[in-house]
């Protein structure tokens, strides 16, 4: 008989409930699809009583920090405002865990908190999308990559919702067979399980119902040239296209211009950075490729009706 794993999750408030269903479910299915109890798990929060995720609902939970009992894979969730939950006594915890030997792990917001922590440092990682350009600027010794999970890696990082049930399908797998792992997302009814490679966003193709493998790597070339922007002309060289077809390429599907689709672009990175970072101003206009703070702010006014410093003073 398999010896039973032990899995344990700190559970930071705010945390995703969509990510801790996704989490444990798999784990309680694939004992019950084996008959065996191939998985036991165990919940763990600062406080030592309850955890409130940020649906509102509460999850009671086994212990606190300092009574973390042993087990062979720990993994912290979180979810929004996770910059707000981080203490010293949850960095401290990890930190005892890792001289421990325990696995440690995160899941959708959590590699923030491992990052602050410094476990993270010269590996690859995976935070859930709305996180990446905050993460990037704030801790950037660390690999973000924009797959589902990281699997492979000492600290093992799934990006949330349902990609955590991705992650724990692949750890059923590598520990009891593609038979069972199968078998459990047939119970999920879950038919498009991915695996670490996949990205995290719907594919441009995807959503506007297209196929233009132009479109799309111009709109990859924007996306890596964010702090540095590009011309139109060069995107159009890159792509050995004339600027005149990738003008009626972007016309026809998006309905807009390259300059103003790149543009939105990068005005978006700005606005999630004011948001979730504490970067000044003009480090984000830096950031996001304007040289000139005040064209900067010119731009960010006309497209969301704020200016950035009104945009930082609005969430202090």
Known sequence: MP???????????????L????????LRIANLVSGEELYRWSFVSEQGEQAVSSNGSVTLVHSGLEELSKCDQLFVLSGIHMRDHVTRSLLAALRRERARGTRIGALCSGAWLLAEA??????QAAIHWEYHDAFMEAFPDVNLVRSVFVADEKHITASGGTATADLMLHLIERDHGEELATDVADQMVYNTVRNATAKQRVSLQSRNGMRNAHLAKAIDIMQDSLET??????????????TRQLERLFGKYLNTSP???FMEMRLERARKLLLQTEASVTEVAVACGFENPGHFSRVYRSSFGITPHAQRNKIN
């Open 3 to 17: 010896q039973t794993q032990h899995f344990a999750f700190i559970l930071v408030e705010e945390f995703s409930h």
């Open 19 to 26: 990510a801790f269903s996704c989490a444990v479910e798999p």
């Open 118 to 123: 410094g476990f993270l440092n010269g590996m």
């Open 229 to 242: 922007p590009v011309s139109p002309s060069f995107i159009a060289d890159n792509l050995g296209i004339s």
């Open 259 to 261: 300059k103003r689709y």
